[in-house]
């Protein structure tokens, strides 16, 4: 652990500004030049210091999840704040999702795309609780999701009953390919106006769950 002469409101910064610096590294370069060694190299810190703020590379990537998953998470809620409907509520996240992920490609890439432990993988090791932390900010987006979902349905009692849960797990999941594809290029490659494509695709996405 760091030295005892630091209180923890100086280990508490010096732990933000490595994980600052893990981001700035993934945003620019991508996951793959994110390393303990490079990131040493980058906050001036020998690779001894460094491991007394992060154990090890699996507890700074939960730290990355839990920012970055509180970054969307924040960003999917400011977009509902002036809304009048249910309906609105709900495209608006739809929409401040596919923002966040087709404008932060390496971040988007990071939390959705790369083979990762789960929360299950660190029941019983000393990072479960911060793995617990992160798990729980990520659920605030789907939950976030279900219950403007639950708010619309009540509106259309013409609609056939369907499980909330089910629905926001539906689209993200559709909402996540088209990212993916945009984010990698293929939409490009394969569409004429892969804009087009993109917020065709989202619309059908809403209406699969609005009718």
Do not use: W
């Not at 190299?41 to 700074?60: C, F, P, Q, R, S």
């Not at 793995?131 to 349905?153: C, H, M, P, Q, W």
């Not at 849960?165 to 909402?175: C, W």
């Amino acid at each position: 652990m760091p030295k005892a002469t630091r209180s923890i409101g100086e280990i508490d910064a010096v732990r933000e500004k490595i994980l600052d610096c893990a981001l700035k590294i993934l945003v620019k370069n991508g996951y793959e030049s994110l390393s303990m060694a490079k990131l040493g190299a980058k906050m001036n810190m020998t690779a001894a210091n460094l491991y007394n703020y992060y154990i090890n590379k699996d507890e700074l990537l939960i730290a990355i999840h839990k920012k970055t998953y509180a970054m969307l998470y924040e960003k999917i809620r400011s977009s509902v704040k002036t809304t009048d409907t249910p309906l609105q509520r709900f495209r608006n996240i739809v929409n401040a999702f596919v923002e966040f992920g087709t404008q932060n490609i390496n971040i988007y890439d990071v939390m959705f795309n790369r083979p990762v432990k789960q929360h299950s993988d660190y029941i019983g090791t000393p990072l479960e609780k911060i793995s617990g932390d992160e798990f729980r900010n990520s659920l605030k987006v789907l939950t976030f999701a279900v219950k403007a979902i639950r708010e619309y349905r009540k509106t259309r009692p013409d609609l056939k009953p369907s499980d909330p849960e089910f629905l926001a797990i539906q689209s993200i999941s559709a909402l996540h390919g088209v990212i993916s594809l945009h984010n990698s290029g293929v939409l490009y490659q394969v569409a004429e106006d892969p804009e087009v494509v993109l917020k065709n695709i989202v619309d059908n996405i809403i209406r699969s769950v609005t009718g």
